[in-house]
């Protein structure tokens, strides 16, 4: 089934750009997501991808998709200390449609 | 903006007691999860369902059950709290066939068993 993996941390300073990574293992996911958890809260949905696109840009936030790597990353331009959280990346996969979860980038901004 | 809510946010009780955990959405969503949050960020998935009457097992075994009687609530039952069953549980929803089918998470509700 798919499996979905990030790195557990980043460390970046502020004003800088972040670039959290991901990788997944099934290539007929349609569509890729990114989540953030901030602090004693749920997740919030961020952006996503299609598979057939490459790139996708939403304010200060990019997501580049390499369908041929199966990677996908998510770039934080002007990274600000409230973008501190925990960032998730998901995939459909399995028969059941359920979304797989990474198990979460914990982004730290340094001020 | 989502509108899906869980009570309580945090919940204090001691071992071997009943707890109902509720999630509620307002969005007509047919799918809803169950997941448990390490404290170390991992999600794990522990129930799910596709509508009303329909609930499934999730990927992590898990002592709780769930009931869906009403498309919009999906409340998660312990018969017997237990210190091991201290975690974070998140309620979310989605649309489901075909589509974008993005989830969508309540606030969470914190859970201490001592």
């Known amino acids: 089934g798919e499996d979905v993996e990030q790195s557990l941390f980043l460390s970046v300073r502020e004003g800088d750009s972040s670039v959290i990574n991901c990788t997944y293992t099934d290539s007929s996911s349609t569509y890729l997501y990114w989540y953030k958890q901030e602090p004693g809260a749920g997740l919030q949905l961020l952006t996503y991808?299609?598979?057939?696109?490459d790139m996708k840009q939403d304010q200060r936030l990019t997501v580049l998709l390499n369908k041929k790597d199966k990677h996908l990353s998510l770039r934080i331009a002007d990274t600000q200390t409230g973008d501190s959280a925990i960032y998730f990346c998901?995939?459909?996969?399995?028969?059941?449609?359920?979304?797989?979860f990474g198990k979460g980038t914990k982004l730290s901004v340094k001020p | 903006e989502a509108d899906i809510y869980q009570t309580p946010r945090y919940l204090v009780i001691g071992t071997g007691k009943k707890i109902t955990l509720e999630c509620s959405q307002t969005?007509?969503?047919?799918?809803m999860y169950w997941y448990q949050q390490d404290p170390g960020m991992e999600l794990h998935l522990i129930h799910y369902?596709?509508?009303?009457?329909?609930?499934e097992k999730g990927d992590l075994s898990s002592e709780s059950t769930v009931s869906r009687i009403r498309t919009e609530h999906f409340p998660l039952t312990l018969e017997s709290a237990r210190p091991s069953h201290t975690s974070q549980y998140l309620c979310a929803s989605s649309e489901y066939g075909q589509g974008r089918n993005e989830q969508y998470f309540g606030p969470g509700t914190r859970l201490t068993v001592t």
């Open positions: 991808i299609f598979s057939n696109m």
């Open positions: 998901a995939a459909y996969g399995g028969s059941q449609g359920n979304l797989i």
């Open positions: 969005m007509g969503h047919d799918k």
């Open positions: 369902s596709y509508g009303v009457n329909s609930t």
